[in-house]
């Protein structure tokens, strides 16, 4: 895909549905009892591999586009599935879902694309092997292919290094099924989807400060799930809105959940003119209409508490701070190095490319912007978060900015091209 410079984006636009949330309101809703009726589902690559997942495990999912209908058959309804089972690029279902089959009374091999088999594994395995699970990697090196044999857990304290959403998920998960409590402490708070949902559905879950907690669980029951829109995609709006000049966008029923709303906190700092204009209480996770209009920026330190909630949008930040005046610096951000691509690599070398003040540093970079970016041929390296940055960069850069492997926009926005281009005035 190409990309060249434009005079302003006007409109408004609809992101479609959390990515987060729609995985896991299908994986629950098949091990809970009754019909989970889910709206606004993310039909993208990602959350589709979820819902074959379990379609492969006897779990009959109806999916209508807008409305997914998955028919639940209880915390111990899985069947073992035919040959692997396939998660695709998404490491979201890779590690969430082996938590529950940790305690089913099968085995079972996962698998993915040469992405999902490059990813640590061992974050979720060693949590696990501590309740009890038997699980491997079948080549060894802590990534995918991955063994796991079904076994009776046990509820343990665990202690994370990291703060990830997928392995205190991974680990609340099999807490369901453990025989005594289980709780998960993070360095910081991740996002808190899992404890929401499964508390909706019934699970006697609780947070305090940074730690989770989970009660085992006798059954789960099905419901409704009103998915709101996913702020990781609304973040290309808002910052292509703040760096466009001469732009107004309106996002609309966008999630705001504090764990994962870091981004307008970033943005307010950075001098950005951007308003919630309208809120939305959905079952526990808010949604808002945010209103984004350019403006002068300036640079900001982002670090600590606030990255786990805005991990999935620091490279699009990363371009906008090329846009704003002084320095921005980005700290205690290694996890990038581990996302679909090493992000923090990809973003250093692709922005210096298009001519940006940028150095890496171990655990982020610091961006001195203001530098005129030119257009570059950039490799997205088929990770779609690297992808819809350069589309955004490439409306703000002089000539033309070529993305290459650009349709994996499809993992979490098969629509991100089409939605841009009708804002383009
Ligand atoms: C996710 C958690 C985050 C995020 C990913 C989705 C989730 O990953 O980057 O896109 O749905 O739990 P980590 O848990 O590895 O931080």
Do not use: W
Request: proline share 3%.
């Amino acid at each position: 895909m190409k990309f060249s410079k434009v005079n302003g984006l006007r409109g408004e636009v609809l992101v479609p549905g959390d990515k987060s949330i729609s995985h896991r309101s299908v994986m629950f809703g098949s091990i809970a009892k009754g019909t989970t009726e889910i709206y606004n589902y993310l039909q993208g690559a990602d959350c589709l591999s979820t819902i074959s997942c379990f379609r492969k495990m006897g779990i009959h999912i109806e999916n209508e586009g807008d409305k997914v209908l998955v028919h639940g058959k209880g915390m111990h309804g899985l069947r073992r599935p035919e040959g692997v089972l396939d998660c695709g690029n998404s490491g979201t279902t890779t590690r969430l879902i082996s938590g529950i089959l940790a305690a089913q009374d099968f085995d079972v091999t996962l698998t993915g694309d040469a992405s999902i088999q490059k990813r640590p594994m061992k974050r979720i395995m060693e949590p696990l092997s501590l309740m009890g699970a038997d699980i491997t990697s079948i080549g060894g090196n802590g990534c995918a292919p991955l063994r796991i044999v079904g076994k009776e857990l046990h509820g343990i304290h665990y202690t994370s290094r990291v703060a990830s959403a997928q392995v205190k998920s991974a680990i609340l998960l099999a807490g369901l099924y453990a025989d005594k409590e289980t709780q998960v402490t993070e360095p910081y708070v991740s996002r808190n989807h899992s404890e929401i949902l499964l508390k909706y559905f019934g699970a006697d879950v609780k947070t305090v400060d940074t730690t989770a907690v989970v009660q085992p669980a006798q059954e789960l029951y099905g419901n409704v799930v009103r998915v709101p829109g996913d702020i990781s995609s609304a973040a290309f709006f808002i910052c292509a809105g703040l760096m466009v000049p001469d732009s107004e966008i309106l996002i609309r029923n966008v999630g705001i959940n504090p764990t994962r709303s870091g981004i307008l906190e970033v943005c307010k700092a950075m001098g950005a003119d951007l308003t919630v204009v309208h809120t939305y209480d959905g079952d526990g996770e808010p949604a808002a209409d945010i209103l984004v209009r350019s403006c002068a920026l300036h640079g900001t330190v982002i670090e600590g508490a606030v990255i786990p909630a805005l991990i999935d949008e620091l490279p699009v930040i990363a371009a906008m701070a090329c846009f704003a005046e002084g320095e921005t610096v980005i700290k205690d951000a290694t996890e990038l190095k581990v996302k679909e691509s090493n992000r923090l690599e990809v973003m250093v070398t692709s922005l210096q490319a298009m001519g940006a003040d940028v150095t890496g540093t171990e655990d982020g970079m610091i961006i001195r912007g203001k530098k005129k970016l030119h257009g570059a041929v950039i490799d997205s390296h088929l990770d779609h978060r690297i992808a819809m940055t350069f589309a955004v960069a490439g409306l703000c850069a002089d000539g033309e900015t070529q993305v290459l492997g650009a349709e994996c926009v499809n993992i979490s926005y098969p629509a991100f091209y089409r939605d841009l281009e009708r804002l383009v005035k």
